[in-house]
Protein backbone atom coordinates (compact mmCIF):
# COMPACT_ATOMS: atom_id res chain seq x y z
CA UNK A 1 0.00 0.00 0.00
CA UNK A 2 1.74 3.05 -1.38
CA UNK A 3 0.76 7.10 -0.78
CA UNK A 4 0.35 7.92 -4.55
CA UNK A 5 -1.17 11.27 -4.75
CA UNK A 6 -2.42 14.52 -2.29
CA UNK A 7 -5.54 16.22 -3.37
CA UNK A 8 -6.11 19.89 -1.75
CA UNK A 9 -9.12 21.93 -2.19
CA UNK A 10 -9.39 25.22 -0.07
CA UNK A 11 -7.07 24.00 2.27
CA UNK A 12 -5.02 26.99 3.77
CA UNK A 13 -3.04 28.55 1.29
CA UNK A 14 -4.60 26.24 -1.72
CA UNK A 15 -7.54 27.82 -3.12
CA UNK A 16 -10.66 26.54 -4.83
CA UNK A 17 -8.91 24.93 -7.84
CA UNK A 18 -8.08 21.29 -6.78
CA UNK A 19 -4.31 20.98 -6.26
CA UNK A 20 -2.85 17.57 -7.12
CA UNK A 21 0.62 17.19 -5.46
CA UNK A 22 2.51 13.30 -6.67
CA UNK A 23 4.02 11.77 -4.72
CA UNK A 24 6.78 8.62 -5.52
CA UNK A 25 9.11 6.49 -3.27
CA UNK A 26 11.08 9.42 -2.63
CA UNK A 27 9.29 12.86 -2.81
CA UNK A 28 11.08 16.49 -2.55
CA UNK A 29 8.80 19.35 -1.65
CA UNK A 30 10.99 22.92 -3.34
CA UNK A 31 9.09 26.28 -2.83
CA UNK A 32 9.05 29.71 -1.85
CA UNK A 33 7.76 30.55 1.26
CA UNK A 34 3.64 30.27 1.49
CA UNK A 35 3.78 28.18 -1.81
CA UNK A 36 2.51 25.44 0.52
CA UNK A 37 5.12 22.90 1.56
CA UNK A 38 4.08 22.79 5.06
CA UNK A 39 0.38 22.82 4.16
CA UNK A 40 0.23 19.62 2.11
CA UNK A 41 2.32 17.79 4.72
CA UNK A 42 -0.36 19.04 7.54
CA UNK A 43 -3.24 18.30 5.59
CA UNK A 44 -1.78 14.03 5.91
CA UNK A 45 -1.68 15.13 9.59
CA UNK A 46 -5.22 16.17 9.74
CA UNK A 47 -6.02 12.72 8.46
CA UNK A 48 -3.28 10.13 9.81
CA UNK A 49 -1.41 11.77 12.73
CA UNK A 50 -1.05 9.79 15.95
CA UNK A 51 -1.60 12.81 17.64
CA UNK A 52 -5.24 13.90 18.19
CA UNK A 53 -4.52 17.49 18.44
CA UNK A 54 -2.97 17.12 14.69
CA UNK A 55 -6.43 16.27 13.52
CA UNK A 56 -7.82 18.87 14.51
CA UNK A 57 -9.17 21.54 11.97
CA UNK A 58 -9.33 25.18 12.97
CA UNK A 59 -10.45 28.64 11.12
CA UNK A 60 -7.14 28.78 9.51
CA UNK A 61 -6.88 25.85 7.61
CA UNK A 62 -9.58 26.97 5.29
CA UNK A 63 -8.80 28.94 2.41
CA UNK A 64 -8.86 32.96 2.92
CA UNK A 65 -9.45 34.21 -0.92
CA UNK A 66 -7.28 37.39 -1.55
CA UNK A 67 -10.79 39.69 -2.60
CA UNK A 68 -12.44 38.41 0.78
CA UNK A 69 -12.06 39.98 4.52
CA UNK A 70 -12.26 37.28 7.56
CA UNK A 71 -15.40 38.88 8.60
CA UNK A 72 -16.98 39.09 5.35
CA UNK A 73 -17.08 34.70 5.18
CA UNK A 74 -20.04 33.46 5.93
CA UNK A 75 -19.26 29.66 5.19
CA UNK A 76 -16.12 27.98 3.84
CA UNK A 77 -15.76 24.11 2.79
CA UNK A 78 -12.40 22.07 1.93
CA UNK A 79 -11.43 18.73 1.11
CA UNK A 80 -8.11 16.57 1.46
CA UNK A 81 -8.01 13.52 -0.08
CA UNK A 82 -5.11 10.82 0.03
CA UNK A 83 -5.21 8.29 -2.83
CA UNK A 84 -3.03 4.86 -2.28
CA UNK A 85 -2.34 2.42 -4.63
CA UNK A 86 -1.31 -1.47 -4.31
CA UNK A 87 2.19 -2.09 -6.24
CA UNK A 88 1.99 -5.72 -4.95
CA UNK A 89 -0.86 -6.59 -6.98
CA UNK A 90 0.78 -4.83 -10.26
CA UNK A 91 3.17 -8.50 -11.22
CA UNK A 92 2.48 -11.81 -10.90
CA UNK A 93 5.25 -14.85 -9.80
CA UNK A 94 4.46 -13.81 -5.65
CA UNK A 95 3.91 -17.66 -5.35
CA UNK A 96 0.60 -16.31 -4.45
CA UNK A 97 1.64 -14.24 -1.03
CA UNK A 98 -0.73 -11.64 -1.89
CA UNK A 99 -1.66 -9.77 1.47
CA UNK A 100 -5.07 -8.79 2.20
CA UNK A 101 -5.52 -5.24 2.95
CA UNK A 102 -8.06 -3.60 5.17
CA UNK A 103 -9.92 -1.68 2.84
CA UNK A 104 -10.63 -4.06 0.50
CA UNK A 105 -14.12 -3.50 0.09
CA UNK A 106 -13.60 0.24 -0.28
CA UNK A 107 -10.83 -0.22 -3.40
CA UNK A 108 -11.43 1.26 -6.78
CA UNK A 109 -10.96 -0.21 -10.26
CA UNK A 110 -10.83 1.97 -13.29
CA UNK A 111 -11.57 -0.30 -16.02
CA UNK A 112 -10.87 -4.60 -16.15
CA UNK A 113 -7.23 -5.83 -15.02
CA UNK A 114 -6.07 -2.58 -13.93
CA UNK A 115 -4.68 -1.83 -10.25
CA UNK A 116 -6.86 -1.18 -7.52
CA UNK A 117 -6.57 1.91 -5.66
CA UNK A 118 -8.57 3.25 -2.17
CA UNK A 119 -9.55 7.27 -2.35
CA UNK A 120 -9.85 8.40 1.27
CA UNK A 121 -11.62 12.15 1.63
CA UNK A 122 -11.35 14.54 4.36
CA UNK A 123 -14.41 16.97 3.64
CA UNK A 124 -15.12 20.30 6.04
CA UNK A 125 -17.63 22.77 5.94
CA UNK A 126 -17.22 26.25 8.34
CA UNK A 127 -19.63 28.32 9.25
CA UNK A 128 -19.87 31.95 11.13
CA UNK A 129 -21.37 31.50 14.21
CA UNK A 130 -21.41 33.23 17.61
CA UNK A 131 -18.08 31.83 18.76
CA UNK A 132 -14.66 33.83 17.62
CA UNK A 133 -13.53 30.18 15.82
CA UNK A 134 -16.65 29.79 14.57
CA UNK A 135 -18.72 26.16 13.75
CA UNK A 136 -17.18 23.64 11.97
CA UNK A 137 -18.14 20.13 10.76
CA UNK A 138 -15.89 17.97 8.99
CA UNK A 139 -15.67 14.37 8.40
CA UNK A 140 -13.82 11.74 6.83
CA UNK A 141 -15.38 8.73 3.93
CA UNK A 142 -13.87 6.41 1.35
CA UNK A 143 -14.98 7.56 -1.89
CA UNK A 144 -15.71 4.49 -4.08
CA UNK A 145 -16.02 6.10 -7.30
CA UNK A 146 -13.11 6.08 -9.79
CA UNK A 147 -11.30 9.18 -10.37
CA UNK A 148 -12.61 10.43 -13.24
CA UNK A 149 -16.27 10.36 -12.25
CA UNK A 150 -18.39 12.75 -10.50
CA UNK A 151 -18.85 11.81 -6.62
CA UNK A 152 -22.03 11.38 -5.38
CA UNK A 153 -23.47 11.04 -1.75
CA UNK A 154 -23.75 6.74 -2.47
CA UNK A 155 -20.02 7.08 -3.34
CA UNK A 156 -19.18 8.27 0.35
CA UNK A 157 -18.97 5.52 3.02
CA UNK A 158 -17.42 6.65 6.26
CA UNK A 159 -14.28 5.82 7.41
CA UNK A 160 -13.70 4.54 10.96
CA UNK A 161 -11.18 6.13 12.95
CA UNK A 162 -10.01 2.40 13.97
CA UNK A 163 -9.16 1.54 10.68
CA UNK A 164 -7.50 4.86 10.01
CA UNK A 165 -4.95 4.41 12.06
CA UNK A 166 -3.93 1.76 10.49
CA UNK A 167 -2.30 4.39 8.55
CA UNK A 168 0.25 6.43 10.25
CA UNK A 169 1.87 10.23 9.59
CA UNK A 170 4.74 11.19 11.61
CA UNK A 171 4.77 14.75 11.23
CA UNK A 172 8.76 15.65 12.10
CA UNK A 173 9.25 19.48 12.23
CA UNK A 174 12.41 21.63 10.77
CA UNK A 175 13.54 22.85 13.45
CA UNK A 176 17.35 23.38 14.89
CA UNK A 177 18.18 20.88 17.05
CA UNK A 178 15.77 17.88 15.63
CA UNK A 179 17.62 15.04 17.79
CA UNK A 180 14.65 15.63 20.15
CA UNK A 181 12.04 14.97 17.74
CA UNK A 182 13.63 12.51 15.70
CA UNK A 183 13.87 10.48 18.91
CA UNK A 184 10.47 10.95 19.31
CA UNK A 185 9.59 10.08 16.46
CA UNK A 186 11.73 6.95 16.19
CA UNK A 187 10.02 5.68 19.16
CA UNK A 188 6.37 6.19 17.59
CA UNK A 189 7.80 3.96 14.89
CA UNK A 190 9.42 1.50 17.09
CA UNK A 191 5.98 1.17 19.38
CA UNK A 192 3.90 0.57 16.09
CA UNK A 193 6.02 -1.98 14.98
CA UNK A 194 6.23 -4.06 18.42
CA UNK A 195 2.81 -3.23 19.43
CA UNK A 196 1.36 -5.20 15.76
CA UNK A 197 3.46 -7.87 16.79
CA UNK A 198 1.04 -11.34 17.82
CA UNK A 199 2.76 -11.58 21.24
CA UNK A 200 2.21 -15.37 22.53
CA UNK A 201 0.79 -15.45 25.94
CA UNK A 202 3.56 -17.55 26.92
CA UNK A 203 6.35 -14.30 26.77
CA UNK A 204 3.52 -12.04 28.13
CA UNK A 205 3.26 -14.25 31.65
CA UNK A 206 7.12 -14.56 31.22
CA UNK A 207 7.51 -10.74 31.03
CA UNK A 208 5.46 -10.30 33.82
CA UNK A 209 6.97 -12.29 35.99
CA UNK A 210 10.25 -10.71 35.11
CA UNK A 211 9.52 -6.97 35.56
CA UNK A 212 7.68 -8.62 39.21
CA UNK A 213 11.35 -10.12 40.03
CA UNK A 214 13.53 -6.88 39.16
CA UNK A 215 10.69 -4.97 41.38
CA UNK A 216 11.22 -7.63 44.05
CA UNK A 217 15.10 -7.60 43.66
CA UNK A 218 15.12 -3.38 43.83
CA UNK A 219 13.51 -3.23 47.26
CA UNK A 220 16.38 -5.68 48.82
CA UNK A 221 18.34 -2.57 48.12
CA UNK A 222 18.97 -1.07 51.14
CA UNK A 223 19.32 2.57 49.77
CA UNK A 224 16.11 1.98 47.40
CA UNK A 225 14.61 0.55 50.56
CA UNK A 226 15.05 3.88 52.89
CA UNK A 227 14.16 5.82 49.97
CA UNK A 228 10.61 3.88 49.41
CA UNK A 229 9.86 3.75 53.11
CA UNK A 230 10.29 7.73 53.57
CA UNK A 231 8.27 8.18 50.45
CA UNK A 232 5.24 5.85 51.70
CA UNK A 233 5.52 7.48 55.02
CA UNK A 234 5.05 10.51 54.06
CA UNK A 235 2.57 10.26 51.32
CA UNK A 236 0.40 8.97 54.26
CA UNK A 237 -0.14 11.67 55.90
CA UNK A 238 -1.46 13.53 52.41
CA UNK A 239 -3.78 11.06 51.53
CA UNK A 240 -5.69 9.01 53.98
CA UNK A 241 -8.25 6.72 52.10
CA UNK A 242 -6.87 3.56 51.99
CA UNK A 243 -7.46 2.64 48.62
CA UNK A 244 -4.68 5.25 47.69
CA UNK A 245 -2.51 6.04 50.92
CA UNK A 246 0.07 3.32 50.04
CA UNK A 247 2.68 4.37 48.25
CA UNK A 248 5.95 2.47 47.06
CA UNK A 249 9.13 2.63 44.93
CA UNK A 250 9.02 0.46 41.84
CA UNK A 251 9.27 0.00 37.71
CA UNK A 252 5.97 0.95 36.50
CA UNK A 253 5.42 -1.49 34.06
CA UNK A 254 4.43 -4.38 34.83
CA UNK A 255 3.14 -6.22 30.88
CA UNK A 256 4.56 -6.05 27.75
CA UNK A 257 1.93 -2.76 26.75
CA UNK A 258 3.59 -0.86 28.93
CA UNK A 259 7.00 -1.81 28.00
CA UNK A 260 7.13 -1.72 24.30
CA UNK A 261 5.34 2.00 24.80
CA UNK A 262 8.70 2.81 26.05
CA UNK A 263 10.83 1.54 23.28
CA UNK A 264 13.14 3.33 21.46
CA UNK A 265 15.66 2.98 18.84
Same mark, same amino acid.
Not at 116 to 121: D, G, H, N, V
Not at 125 to 135: F, H, I, N, V
Not at 221 to 246: C, H, L, M, P
Given at each position: ????????????????? $?????? *?????????????????????????? $??? =?????????????? #??? %?????????????????? $??????????????????????? =? %????????????????????????????????????????????????????????????? %???? *?????????????????? =?????? *???????????? *?? =?????????????????????? #?????????????????????????????
Amino acid at each position: MRLTKIKLSNFRCFGAN $EQTVLI *DDLTTFIGNNSAGKTAALAALNCMFS $ENS =NDRLLHRSDFHLPK #EKK %PEEMEEQSLYVEAVFQFD $ELESEGQDGEYAIPYYFQHMVVE =N %PGEVPYLRIRLSATWKKSSTLEGSIDSQICYITCPESEEILENHCVRAQRHDLDKIRVIYV %PAVR *DPSKQLKNASGSLMYQIM =NSINWS *DETKDHIKTKVQ *DL =NTQLEQEKGVSIFGNSIAKQWK #EYDSDNRYSTASLRFSGANIETSIRRCRQ
